[in-house]
């Protein structure tokens, strides 16, 4: 039983275009949200975050929508570039708990 | 600052060997958790330390065990390998409580299995 699930396994965008990453979860005890993005034969590295007392986080070209009601967040990466292609992988956690990981996207950035 | 370290970084073990990977968390942080995330999936909850002290465990067989030392570091040992174990094994570290939500991880460790 998948808590968090990225539905899209790949994604191609045109450089300068906007990426939207989709997360949906069922838990509804997860408080608090994170979007790491790897590389292969990398780690994950933390790239945004957002509690589930915000609807939004921005950072830079990186922005989070947390949508409750619908149990759905989104990444939004404003304009693409071709460094962005990775996997990314969406968390979920509830207090001190483990992190439940989606699957993973792959997005890929065309110039 | 030195982020969260692992060795080694890559091994090659036979079945029914055992395996020791090892991890430094970054510098203040007291919490250490191990992942375990093979091709095609998403990272998976292994075990949580917390001060010395496991504070969670994931769905994994007893042929997996951890500890954390004094300084905070950790290890994760697999006894009797098999196939399935290959694998990327990650350790993450976090500052404990409200501070702690970013949990940051380590390069990982490629485990081969032959």
């Known amino acids: 039983d998948q808590q968090v699930k990225q539905n899209s396994p790949s994604l191609s965008v045109q450089e300068g275009r906007i990426s939207i990453l989709n997360c949906d979860y069922t838990?509804?005890?997860?408080?608090?949200f994170l979007w790491y993005k790897k590389y292969p034969a990398e780690g994950p590295t933390f790239l945004i975050s957002i509690s589930s007392i915000k609807d939004k986080n921005e950072d830079g070209r990186f922005t989070v929508f947390l949508n409750k009601s619908a149990k759905h967040l989104s990444l939004h990466i404003v304009p693409s570039q071709p460094g962005d292609s990775a996997v990314y992988f969406c968390a979920a956690k509830s207090g001190n708990t483990p992190l439940v990981f989606g699957k993973g996207t792959r997005l890929s950035v065309i110039a | 600052d030195a982020g969260v370290t692992q060795s080694p970084t890559h091994l090659i073990k036979t079945r029914g060997q055992h395996v020791t990977l090892r991890c430094s968390p970054i510098?203040?942080?007291?919490?250490v958790s191990w992942y375990q995330q093979v091709l095609g999936q998403g990272p998976q909850f292994i075990f949580q330390?917390?001060?010395?002290?496991?504070?969670g465990r994931g769905n994994f067989p007893d042929r997996f065990s951890a500890r954390q030392f004094p300084n905070y570091s950790s290890e994760l040992n697999v006894n009797a390998l098999l196939l399935g174990d290959s694998a990327l094994y990650l350790c993450a570290s976090r500052l404990r409580g409200a501070a702690g939500n970013t949990i940051y991880f380590g390069e990982g460790s490629w485990l081969t299995v032959v």
């Open positions: 510098s203040g942080h007291k919490s």
């Open positions: 838990n509804s005890m997860f408080d608090y």
């Open positions: 330390y917390y001060e010395k002290e496991e504070r």
